[in-house]
């Protein structure tokens, strides 16, 4: 059985080189991050909420129904039936701020704000307290803009827990909310989020409003992004976006959409901390 002894050992060659190959594969595939990212939308959080609360009346509990939810938090607003959408604001407070507060005031929009800490929070703090004040969402964007997933566990502890602390003495209230800074997480991001009660807001809309300081090209770009459930990213640090804000506001009025927070937006439901939201 000379031949099938070959036979055999070339077979048991070929499988072994394609096994080394597959490990390769697999080995470049984890060192490259090609994982997917897990996101949910807010709708997915609604509509999750209200199956609780649909599931918690037929079981005779006590518990309120998801548009009484909604309307006991939040105001009139149900994202469910209204067409919704967040403007959000990174990087800030800065020079800018007063202005853009000063906007969002007049058109009695309100936005969620992913605050620096670092010659931001700590630089504007009159501008955090009004944000508040004014009812607006103040989330964290980390202390120094650090990239999340090159730094260290310890590393990220402290980007996150600075600004939070800093927030809630100037406020009264801990962040739930954070924005990795250019949208770069990973596993161990959401663990560390999850440990520190934070979700992670990414965005469905962007300007790109860091590469131009032409206003009506931010605000084409935004108008053509838009559609409901969206979350818009901005950033009220470069001289461009802030221009664009009422220009912005304004167009999308009038295609029928209300403006909410981010938490509002997925209202009933909430955010869960280590989870990524888009």
């Known amino acids: 059985m000379p031949s099938l002894t070959r036979k055999m050992n070339k077979t048991g060659t070929r499988l072994r080189v394609l096994a080394t190959f597959a490990a390769a594969a697999s080995l470049t595939l984890a060192l490259s991050g090609c994982t997917k990212l897990e996101t949910h939308s807010p709708s997915s959080v609604r509509n999750a909420a209200d199956a609780d609360a649909a599931d918690t009346q037929?079981?005779?509990?006590?518990?309120?129904?998801?548009?009484?939810?909604?309307?006991?938090?939040?105001?009139?607003?149900?994202?469910?039936?209204?067409?919704?959408?967040?403007?959000?604001?990174?990087?800030?407070?800065?020079?800018?701020?007063?202005?853009?507060?000063?906007?969002?005031?007049?058109?009695?929009?309100?936005?969620?704000?992913?605050?620096?800490?670092?010659?931001?929070?700590d630089t504007y703090p009159e501008l955090v307290?009004?944000?508040?004040?004014?009812?607006?969402?103040?989330?964290?964007?980390?202390?120094?803009h650090?990239?999340?997933?090159?730094?260290?566990?310890?590393?990220?502890?402290?980007?996150?827990?600075?600004?939070?602390?800093e927030i809630e003495r100037l406020t009264g209230k801990r962040p739930t909310l954070m924005r990795p800074?250019?949208?770069?997480?990973?596993?161990?991001?959401h663990d560390i989020c999850r440990e520190l009660g934070l979700a992670e807001v990414l965005w469905s809309v962007t300007a790109k409003d860091y590469k131009t300081t032409d206003s009506d090209l931010i605000t084409e770009r935004v108008l053509d992004q838009s559609s409901r459930d969206g979350i818009i990213l901005l950033h009220d640090i470069y001289d461009g976006t802030v221009p664009a804000v009422p220009g912005i506001i304004d167009a999308l009025k009038k295609r029928g959409y209300v403006f909410v927070t981010v938490p509002q937006l997925m209202a009933p439901g909430k955010a869960e901390p280590g989870k990524v939201y888009r």
């Open 181 to 189: 800074p250019q949208g770069r997480t990973d596993d161990t991001v």
């Open 58 to 121: 037929a079981d005779g509990k006590a518990g309120a129904s998801g548009a009484q939810a909604r309307a006991g938090g939040l105001g009139t607003v149900d994202c469910a039936h209204a067409k919704c959408i967040a403007l959000t604001f990174d990087a800030g407070p800065s020079e800018n701020s007063a202005r853009l507060l000063d906007i969002l005031k007049e058109k009695q929009v309100p936005a969620t704000f992913f605050l620096l800490g670092r010659r931001h929070i």
């Open 146 to 165: 650090k990239i999340l997933t090159d730094a260290k566990p310890d590393e990220i502890r402290e980007e996150l827990e600075r600004p939070n602390k």
């Open 129 to 144: 307290r009004r944000m508040a004040d004014e009812g607006h969402e103040v989330a964290s964007h980390t202390w120094t």
